[in-house]
């Protein structure tokens, strides 16, 4: 089966988070025509879907998502929601991130052995806040027994050559507002003001100047950086009454939301004891060992591509944090030079190549 039909198809449901716009209709009709059975998982108002076929051998999933960003306030050189082909090249809007990377998958997957145990678990909320998407599919396959014996996440992993990178792992966000109050009053009488700046100021230097970690094997030293600081004040001689502060955090394995937390309570109890701390962790930093799974990937990917991928754990957060809670996964797709920007474009020839390689890596998991 060729992806490129399917992956033109897909790019022509405008499914701008939380807008499905007939994708994953689109989707479900086509592994059905390739003898999966397909369960529509609707969510809130997210459309998602699981198919499975065979049931011999360890049980390969590939997760992915239909919901892409908004086409932005650029000017496209075709329709981002056209799938239009111009001198070898496929533009629209999830081309690259990540409607692409799906066609290949499911053109690899008609063609590969029906007996074979294979899954998808396809969403559309992985661009927005990610809370009726993957946990909740995830929820349900454990509920019915059908956790994956390995996942591959078809995000754009690769840099200069289709695959040069295989991620192995993430590292997590942690977003923390910092509010602190005082009492407003004349720049020329601080005696009867209570000046909430000055006092959390040293706080976040003390922050900003910790050094979290030294990183590790796999990962790069956790980042600590500061966001926003805000008084909200037009005036020169008024000391205000409040100020806020936003700062994210991205760690690698040696921390998790727990031990940031506490790090950040126990500063702020040095230098601004009243300041109030909100903290939001949108993923825990993961990382798949390499091992047996990780290798027979690895080698088909070197086989099928004449490339052999470097392991990484580099990047933001994607729906593999989730994954990660139930079994073993890795995330390889396209390069990602693209994801995001206007015209957004994958090669036709890159597609074919993606798909070629992911029925090696099919092959590789049937035994």
């Excluded at 760690?251 to 506490?262: M, Q, R, Y």
């Excluded at 004891?273 to 993961?286: R, V, Y």
């Excluded at 990382?287 to 990780?294: H, R, S």
Aim: proline residues 6%.
């Amino acid at each position: 089966m060729d992806p490129l039909p399917l992956a033109q198809a897909l790019l022509r449901c405008p499914s701008v988070t939380p807008q499905d716009a007939g994708a994953q209709a689109y989707l479900a009709a086509t592994l059905e025509s390739s003898g999966f059975n397909v369960t529509r998982l609707k969510f809130g108002a997210i459309e998602n879907l699981y198919a499975e076929r065979g049931s011999t051998g360890p049980h390969l999933c590939f997760a992915g998502h239909t919901d892409v960003v908004p086409p932005g306030s650029g000017t496209w050189r075709h329709d981002p929601f056209g799938g239009v082909v111009e001198n070898g090249v496929l533009f629209g809007r999830g081309a690259c991130d990540m409607k692409g990377a799906v066609a290949a998958f499911v053109a690899a997957a008609a063609q590969a052995n029906q007996s074979q145990r294979l899954s998808l678990l396809i969403t559309g909320d992985e661009e927005g806040d990610a809370v009726d998407g993957t946990v909740r599919v995830l929820d349900w396959l454990q509920a019915n027994g059908k956790i994956p014996d390995f996942c591959i996440v078809g995000e754009p992993t690769c840099k200069v050559k289709l695959g040069d990178v295989v991620k192995i792992g993430r590292r997590g966000s942690l977003n923390a507002d910092i509010t602190l109050t005082g009492r407003q009053g004349h720049a020329a009488y601080p005696h009867l003001a209570d000046n909430p700046v000055h006092k959390l100021l040293p706080a976040l230097t003390a922050l900003a100047a910790h050094q979290l970690d030294e990183g590790t094997a796999w990962f790069e030293p956790s980042s600590l950086q500061i966001t926003s600081v805000d008084v909200g004040n037009p005036a020169r001689n008024v000391i205000p009454p409040q100020i806020s502060a936003k700062l994210n955090i991205r760690f690698n394995d040696l921390h998790n939301e727990a031990s940031l937390s506490d790090f950040l309570t126990e500063t702020l109890a040095l230098y601004a004891p009243q300041a109030d701390l909100q903290i939001h962790c949108s993923g825990e930093a993961f990382l798949t060992t390499p091992g047996a799974a990780v290798e027979r990937l690895t080698a088909a990917i070197a086989t099928a591509s004449g490339v052999t991928p470097k392991l990484d754990t580099g990047g933001g957060t994607s729906d593999a944090r989730f994954i990660a809670r139930y079994c073993p996964v890795a995330e390889f797709g396209l390069i990602g030079a693209t994801m995001h920007q206007i015209d957004e474009c994958v090669p036709v020839a890159e597609l074919r190549r993606l798909s070629d390689i992911y029925a090696r890596i099919i092959d590789c998991f049937a035994a």
